[in-house]
């Protein structure tokens, strides 16, 4: 059965959840990636070589985002994956606050708050696969700019008029995402230096408004 296109309220919100909450988390838990999961690979590298601390963090961040992978698939209801995305960032926040700021985000509420924000964008990731198909990735960017340029270098060139309509259409759904993940990355690096860990309230309530925007996306 065909999806439902994604609003351009809810690609927003997700976007903009998940340049803040992988921002948030890189500054205060030491270099933790809680979205672009595979780059805890190099942290995890640069933390063996420096002697620096988190690698327990950077090495189950993997196995954690995959594990909740798997059991969101296993869930049929859009809703409940939206609403245990809700309470995963919520728990992480109280931890964060309640407990930071972490000089080693190894330790237990540290490491606690750290794998709680990676479920959390691991379910993000899932039900956008699942359920948002049509819709540009939300937390890896890489994949995202790269199209953009080759859209961009397509049209510069001179292609034919549907390689240039298509070209046109990815680059309206493509450049905002990008630009609303900045726009999250930015916010999360202007709180965390304004509030510290306070910053930290800020992803529930974005994801509550996505679970509210995806539930008049999708019907159950």
């Not at 995402?177 to 230096?193: D, T």
């Amino acid at each position: 059965m065909e999806q439902p296109a994604a609003s351009p309220r809810l690609t927003a919100l997700l976007g903009f959840n998940a340049g803040y909450v992988d921002t948030a988390g890189f500054l205060a838990l030491h270099g933790l990636f809680t979205a672009h999961v595979t780059g805890n690979f190099v942290t995890l590298a640069a933390s063996l070589v420096h002697g620096t601390n988190g690698a327990l963090a950077k090495l189950s961040a993997l196995p954690v985002f995959c594990v909740l992978v798997v059991l969101s698939r296993l869930t049929r209801s859009v809703n409940v994956l939206m609403a245990s995305k809700i309470v995963l960032l919520s728990a992480a926040a109280v931890l964060m606050i309640a407990y930071g700021p972490f000089p080693d985000s190894d330790a237990g509420p540290a490491y606690a708050a750290g794998m709680l924000m990676v479920a959390a964008m691991a379910v993000q990731n899932a039900v956008q696969r699942m359920h948002l198909t049509s819709a540009p990735p939300s937390t890896l960017m890489t994949g995202t700019t790269t199209q953009i340029m080759l859209d961009l270098a397509d049209l510069l060139r001179g292609t034919d008029s549907c390689a240039r309509a298509a070209a046109r259409t990815r680059l309206r759904k493509m450049v905002p995402a990008l630009l609303v993940f900045a726009a999250g990355c930015a916010a999360a690096a202007l709180a965390y230096a304004g509030t510290g860990m306070w910053c930290f309230v800020l992803p529930p309530a974005v994801a509550a408004m996505a679970a509210s925007a995806m539930a008049a996306t999708i019907k159950p």
